[in-house]
């Protein structure tokens, strides 16, 4: 089937303005994830959904990030009032349920953001 | 702290043996070996792990000390498309997401 999709692939937004971006998991996968990889830096954990549970926002930057996940399925990574430090690649990434021999993550290509 | 420990770089013929050391001498017993890769402009790519045991699947095979306390990822047969960043992680058979992937290794894979 089809891997993680995420929407937009490219966005260029003036500072202050608001963005959201998109992810669809994989078909079936019950955890997805947000993570944020500045250039030529490591990945960030942002943000974690499970199931029905409640998300991890542990790794949220600051109030001007939040993200919802709908149905249990796609997900939106919505970044208010943008600074430029905000301009990074945006990863989601999913995985099955309950996999006895460790956790497979799938991620996405990614959203890549530059904020002017 | 660092869980791994790469190298930076190496450079690998088309054709022949890649071999990726991985230091993890803190790897505590409940912990995988993961392996990704990065090309260059696109998202992170699943290629292997274990706990214990070798493994091997289509794209590579992950050797194991018997301490746990290094790995070698073995990219049996390079190809030019082969050439990307690969990060060894260690991360815990369930609820360990917050991933820190390091610098990892730059491989190139020259024709």
């Known amino acids: 089937g089809a891997g993680v999709s995420q929407s937009p692939s490219n966005k260029v937004t003036e500072k202050g303005k608001d963005v959201e971006l998109r992810c669809d998991p994989i078909?079936?996968?019950?955890?997805l994830y947000w993570y944020r990889q500045s250039l030529g830096q490591g990945l960030e954990f942002l943000i974690y959904?499970?199931?029905?549970?409640?998300?991890?926002k542990s790794g949220l930057p600051s109030d001007r990030f939040s993200a919802e996940r709908t149905g249990g399925s796609v997900s939106t990574l919505t970044i208010q009032r943008t600074q430029q430090e905000d301009s990074a690649v945006y990863l989601c990434?999913?995985?099955?349920?309950?996999?006895?021999?460790?956790?497979?993550?799938?991620f996405g290509e990614g959203s890549w953001l530059t904020v002017v | 702290d660092a869980k791994t420990t790469q190298p930076p770089s190496m450079d690998c013929a088309e054709g022949r043996a890649a071999n990726l050391p991985c230091n993890h001498s803190?790897?505590?017993?409940?912990?995988?070996v993961y392996w990704y890769r990065q090309i260059h402009s696109q998202g992170p790519q699943y290629i292997i792990h274990?706990?214990?045991n070798n493994e091997t699947n289509e794209m590579a095979s992950l050797i194991i000390t018997e301490d746990r306390k290094s790995s070698t990822l073995i990219l049996p047969h390079a190809t030019l498309r082969d050439t990307a960043v690969y990060y060894c992680?260690?991360?815990?058979?369930?609820?360990?997401?917050?991933?820190?992937f390091g610098a990892g290794t730059t491989v190139t894979v020259r024709a």
């Open positions: 803190t790897i505590s017993g409940n912990e995988y």
């Open positions: 274990g706990l214990k």
């Open positions: 990434a999913s995985s099955p349920p309950g996999q006895g021999t460790g956790n497979t993550i799938y």
């Open positions: 992680i260690v991360s815990l058979s369930s609820n360990d997401y917050k991933l820190s």
């Open positions: 078909s079936g996968h019950t955890a």
């Open positions: 959904f499970q199931g029905n549970s409640a998300p991890d």
